[in-house]
């Protein structure tokens, strides 16, 4: 009969967990669940030249994400590396020493090492160093700041704003020849740093596209140890925190706007684009910030599909034009009718500053005009066309069918949509963002989303608009 070191060393191997590290493991009597170990091998791919420098584990709560990143540092990293400076941050100060303490305990009593209160760092026997952080408001990173770290583990990562996990990524270097640098975090989804730490980790994951990154998800379910009252608690929760917290879903979390999206019925490989159906796009305009370019279809049950998105910043019209020309030719959609069996685009909206007039008198609908692209002004009442979208995602949860759908290839925006908070001034608007300097995130999408749907009952047309 296996025993359950035989049912450790096959869930090990099945993890992709090299020997030798499955051995580190054993010979301290820790028994990692399957997750772990899963993170554990991500953990070694960091080895590889061209393999990735930061790993994410958890995203729900209860997963047994603590337990693993002191188990993967101290127990694997620092018995393998002689030397070796680990940094263990978390918010808040003195429940971090204590809860560290505590995995101390059960995690290293048969491995020989020292404890120093005052400096709250552990030494072990071969030189190699975990040091417990804290922090209680992000300026208290900055003492940590001008140190050099081999690994830094991030308990509930996304407690930190994007700027200051880049900061922390400036000291994650290393002065040992053959170790290369890298970032363990483990978090929930929710608080100010999901939107950065979901287009980091998440995303890259779920569209399998993972380079620098790895995320291995783990929620209560992965961990059998987790005390039956926590579990209690975490089945009572409700609303967001059940999905985020209980199911590990990222797509929402407090303050979401459009907390009716669900990536499973939302997001679709196929749309019948045969029967009785009409095209249409729209246009929101940006040279520093993205142009966006969406094509929607609707079918004769009503039901409406983004079929297609272009999406580029610091082009000029005429590029843009180009690429949207190719985007309509894949689908053999025209800007224009041709004859009467051809299929064209039914109208082309585009958000209000594109039809600004500058000093001389011209518009951006003027120089698309010199493509055969014929704009027309979207209907442009933020709050009712948010409500417009709303609408037609439907309300799954409650048995009401979306009618709007997106194709899995409209990636910008498929990721934007359940990033997008209420704005706190005014609910029943979406709160505003930019992208970042790197291009993530900002709603330039969303908008022209919002173009796209709320702008089916709007006549004018495009001849009438440009004097033709
Ligand atoms: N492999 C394991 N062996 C034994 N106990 C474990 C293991 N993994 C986790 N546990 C225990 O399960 C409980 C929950 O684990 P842990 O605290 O690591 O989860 P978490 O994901 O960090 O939870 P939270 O979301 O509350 O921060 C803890 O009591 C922990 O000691
Ligand atoms: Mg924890």
Known sequence: MPSPSDHFAAAALAAGCPLDQMRHFVNAGVVLQPRQLAASAAARLCDRPDGPTAIGFGGARGGGKSFWLVAQMGLDDCQRFPGLKCLLLRKVGKSNLEHFEDLRRRLFPRLPHKWNTTEAKLTFANGSSIRAGHYQCEKDIDSYLGLEYDIIGIEEATTLTSRKYHDLITINRTSRPGWRPRVYSTTNPGGVGHAWYRSTYVTPFQQHQETDTRFIPATVDDNPFTN?????????????????????????????????????????????????????????????????????????????????????????????????????????????????????????????????????????????????????????????????????????????????????????????????????????????????????????????????????????????????
């Open 228 to 468: 039956v009252d926590y579990r209690r608690v975490l089945d009572r929760l409700t609303g967001w925190q059940r999905r985020a917290w209980l199911h590990g879903d990222w797509d929402i979390a407090a303050g979401q706007f459009f907390t009716n999206f669900r990536r499973d019925i939302h997001v679709v490989d196929h749309f019948n684009i045969h029967a009785n159906v009409e095209w249409f796009a729209a246009l929101d305009y940006g040279f520093n910030h993205y142009t966006v370019v969406l094509l929607g279809c609707r079918d004769s049950d009503g039901n409406t599909c983004v079929m297609a998105e272009h999406s580029a910043r610091g082009w000029v019209p005429e590029r843009h034009a180009e690429a949207i020309k190719k985007m309509l030719e894949r689908y053999q959609v025209r800007l224009q009718p041709r004859n009467i069996y051809s299929i064209a685009l039914q109208r082309f909206v585009a958000g209000p500053d594109v039809f600004a007039r500058n000093s001389e008198g011209a518009t951006i609908a003027d120089q698309y005009k010199k493509f055969d692209i014929y704009l027309r002004p979207a209907y442009d009442d933020r709050v009712n066309g948010w409500a417009a979208v709303l609408h037609g995602l439907g309300d799954p949860d409650a048995g009401v069918r979306p009618t709007l759908f997106f194709h899995k290839n409209c990636t910008r925006l498929i990721d934007c949509l359940p990033n997008l908070q209420h704005n706190p001034a005014k609910p029943e608007d979406v709160l505003k963002v930019d992208t970042d300097e790197d291009g993530i995130g900002g709603d330039d999408s969303a908008d022209a989303l919002r173009y796209l749907i709320a702008s089916r009952a709007r006549t004018i047309t495009a001849k009438k608009l440009h004097g033709l």
